[in-house]
């Protein structure tokens, strides 16, 4: 249909009927009309390709005389394990799982994340390195490429300590377990599950999320004291049956105190309440405190099972 064939239609219906006929004809492809095609705005996005994974594993072995002190700076990502045993030796043994788009960037990174021992004559030190750190790659890589500082790493450590030490522990985000050692020990964690078995020493833990459990298999705790701070998530403590010592528990904000120990009983002059307990076990003894901010305490008898099957 022309103009010449509707002379009597209005100039605006031609000048309508002449831009529909433009919208339905078929769109030129890239190289008949000498212009690219434009791009789908609909069409699904391209996918990168799969990074490689390496993992190695490296052990290192150092003396220490009884008394010494350890610490040990974890990474920003994996777990920690920390066992006392009978030698005077620290050993340690780390996983270190790298990721990158290539072999050539795999071993970059590999001269940069991992650890370093520091030791004098009674203090050995771990030291995470890696592209987490800042101050250390202005030193060690100025050049690194930004894209590889985002890319996914982490560290299993797995570190055995004499029983008797000092021990200053930070760890990133990942499973915690620290049993058997008896002394000064420092620990700042971050998120992630942690199981905490010990018997005595001067204990203070700070932990970012939970869940945590706190296990004390003796009778009564040998030493100063335990001090377990948690951010958010549950805590749960057991005690054996036949267990003395002074318990504290308190939740800050929401959440609840649960006692189901029978040998635990409120102390003389306090009222416990649904967020605070002082209660004592037997003749008494060392004072174990328990503080949670946003979360559920529960402290409970060794190897019973409470309702609903958690034991």
């Not at 971050?190 to 700070?206: F, H, I, K, N, Q």
């Amino acid at each position: 249909m022309t103009a010449r064939a509707l002379p009597n239609l209005p100039a605006r219906a031609l000048l309508i009927l002449t831009l529909v006929a433009l919208a339905l004809a078929p769109r030129p492809v890239s190289g008949q009309s000498g212009r690219p095609a434009r791009p789908d705005r609909n069409a699904p996005a391209a996918t990168p390709a799969p990074l490689l994974r390496r993992t190695t594993t490296r052990r290192e072995v150092r003396r220490l005389g009884y008394g010494g002190s350890v610490t040990v700076y974890g990474a920003p990502e994996g777990s920690v394990t920390v066992e006392a045993w009978p030698r005077s030796e620290v050993e340690v043994t780390a996983d270190v799982e790298l990721s990158a788009e290539t072999e050539e960037e795999l071993a970059l990174l590999a001269e940069l994340n991992g650890f370093v021992l520091d030791e004098d004559s009674n203090h050995v030190r771990v030291v995470t390195t890696g592209t987490h750190d800042r101050k250390f790659l202005k030193r060690a890589a100025r050049k690194l490429p930004k894209k590889l500082l985002g890319l996914p790493w982490k560290i299993d450590y797995r570190i055995r300590v004499p029983a008797v030490c000092d021990l200053e522990l930070s760890t990133g985000r990942g499973a915690l377990t620290l049993t058997g050692v008896e002394g000064a020990v420092r620990l700042n964690a971050g998120d992630g599950p942690a199981t905490l078995t010990l018997a005595g020493g001067d204990v203070e833990a700070t932990m970012l999320g939970g869940p945590v459990t706190v296990r004390v298999p003796a009778r009564s705790w040998r030493g100063r004291g335990l001090s377990v701070r948690l951010a958010s998530g549950d805590l749960a403590v057991e005690l054996p049956a036949n267990f003395s010592g002074e318990v504290n528990a308190e939740v800050l904000r929401a959440g609840r105190v649960e006692n189901t120990h029978a040998g635990l009983a409120p102390r003389e002059r306090t009222q416990p309440t649904e967020r605070s307990l002082r209660a004592r076990a037997g003749p008494g003894g060392a004072a174990l405190s328990f503080t949670v901010g946003d979360g559920t305490l529960r402290i409970r008898q060794e190897g019973v099972k409470e309702a609903g099957g958690r034991q």
